[in-house]
């Protein structure tokens, strides 16, 4: 294995971006694989790689919203001896399978965001990350290891069970990055977990991706409107327009609405597509209006 990792060209560019910026003084290459006609990765790709990496990321659903087969791409991972690195969104994993039960031997390592976790968007921020591994990997996790012990009474109690001295005596090597920002919003996401509980969480995802199938039968209804892949999806999917996403947008903002992610700016052939998205929190009359107003700027552009 060589100092290469590979990530499928459906993670989220920002997140390749940001760790191409940490790994790129570390002799570690970050190289991003083909992607298939479905929006997916290309597996005729992957397995077309002939030197082992060290390790591949993949996102489940992918940043277009789509399913990866992870499966595949875990074993063919795991037959090389390669490490898996998954990226996912939490609440999704109340209904899809988790990365431990991805292919024969599941992936190494699960990250993600954990914003889903009732943290309130906030123009962007802040939010919190997750990280989790298997155990033989656990002593070159960032952070601090809380375990789950007992206390004298039998009681169930936490503890600090492992945290990087490096934080105090070595800094500027330091991999720790907890601060109290972070720790106030996993607060609040442990009360919102609480709260759910498995069922809650379960509906919350079922919800989603029926408002968003909800969302998407009724853009596609609008003339000139198309999905670009027809893949599965869960709670994103991108829709094709007429026209490029770009010369619509200010009509949609300035109906107040927040109409998703102009995939131009990250792909120059998908200047036209909008990735969408709905959550458990939209209604039917929400939907209904984000169709109206997208079909009178689009008619309004072809006047």
């Given at each position: 294995k060589t100092?290469?990792v590979?990530?499928?060209p459906?993670?989220?560019?920002?997140?390749?971006?940001?760790?191409g910026?940490?790994?790129?003084?570390?002799g570690?290459a970050?190289?991003?694989?083909?992607?298939?006609?479905a929006?997916?990765l290309?597996?005729d790709?992957?397995?077309?790689?002939?030197?082992?990496?060290?390790?591949?990321?993949v996102?489940q659903p992918?940043?277009?919203?789509g399913f990866e087969?992870v499966?595949a791409?875990t074993?063919?991972?795991?037959e090389?001896?390669a490490?898996?690195?998954?990226v996912v969104?939490?609440?999704?994993?109340?209904?899809l399978?988790?990365?431990?039960?991805?292919?024969?031997?599941g992936?190494?390592i699960?990250?993600?965001d954990?914003q889903?976790?009732?943290?309130?968007?906030?123009?962007g921020?802040?939010?919190?990350?997750?990280?989790c591994c298997r155990?033989?990997?656990v002593r070159?996790?960032?952070?601090?290891i809380?375990?789950?012990?007992?206390?004298?009474?039998?009681?169930?109690?936490?503890?600090?069970?492992?945290?990087?001295r490096?934080?105090?005596?070595?800094?500027?090597?330091?991999?720790?990055n907890?601060?109290?920002?972070?720790?106030?919003l996993?607060?609040?996401a442990?009360?919102?977990?609480?709260?759910?509980g498995?069922?809650?969480?379960?509906?919350?995802?079922?919800?989603?991706?029926?408002?968003?199938r909800a969302?998407?039968?009724?853009?596609?209804?609008?003339?000139?409107?198309e999905?670009?892949?027809?893949?599965?999806?869960f709670?994103?999917c991108?829709?094709e327009?007429p026209?490029p996403?770009?010369q619509v947008?200010?009509?949609?903002l300035d109906a107040?609405l927040?109409?998703?992610?102009?995939?131009?700016?990250y792909?120059?052939?998908?200047?036209?597509?909008?990735l969408?998205?709905a959550?458990?929190k939209?209604?039917a009359?929400?939907?209904e209006?984000?169709?109206?107003?997208?079909g009178?700027?689009?008619?309004?552009?072809a006047a």
């Amino acid at each position: 294995k060589t100092g290469r990792v590979l990530a499928a060209p459906t993670v989220n560019p920002l997140y390749l971006e940001a760790a191409g910026n940490i790994v790129r003084n570390q002799g570690i290459a970050l190289d991003t694989l083909p992607m298939s006609d479905a929006g997916t990765l290309d597996l005729d790709a992957l397995r077309a790689v002939e030197e082992t990496p060290a390790a591949i990321v993949v996102q489940q659903p992918n940043f277009f919203g789509g399913f990866e087969d992870v499966d595949a791409i875990t074993d063919w991972a795991a037959e090389r001896g390669a490490l898996v690195i998954a990226v996912v969104n939490p609440l999704t994993l109340s209904v899809l399978a988790p990365p431990g039960d991805w292919g024969t031997n599941g992936a190494d390592i699960a990250c993600g965001d954990g914003q889903p976790f009732g943290i309130p968007m906030a123009s962007g921020g802040p939010s919190f990350g997750f990280i989790c591994c298997r155990k033989a990997l656990v002593r070159q996790m960032p952070g601090r290891i809380i375990g789950r012990t007992e206390d004298t009474e039998g009681e169930v109690g936490y503890a600090l069970t492992l945290q990087a001295r490096e934080q105090h005596i070595r800094r500027n090597k330091a991999t720790s990055n907890i601060c109290t920002n972070q720790g106030l919003l996993v607060t609040a996401a442990t009360i919102h977990l609480s709260l759910l509980g498995a069922e809650g969480l379960k509906q919350a995802a079922l919800a989603s991706a029926a408002n968003t199938r909800a969302l998407v039968a009724a853009l596609t209804a609008i003339d000139g409107v198309e999905r670009r892949f027809a893949g599965g999806y869960f709670h994103e999917c991108v829709i094709e327009l007429p026209v490029p996403v770009a010369q619509v947008m200010p009509a949609l903002l300035d109906a107040g609405l927040l109409p998703g992610v102009d995939l131009g700016a990250y792909h120059d052939d998908m200047a036209h597509c909008l990735l969408v998205c709905a959550t458990e929190k939209r209604t039917a009359a929400e939907i209904e209006a984000f169709a109206a107003a997208l079909g009178a700027a689009l008619t309004e552009e072809a006047a």
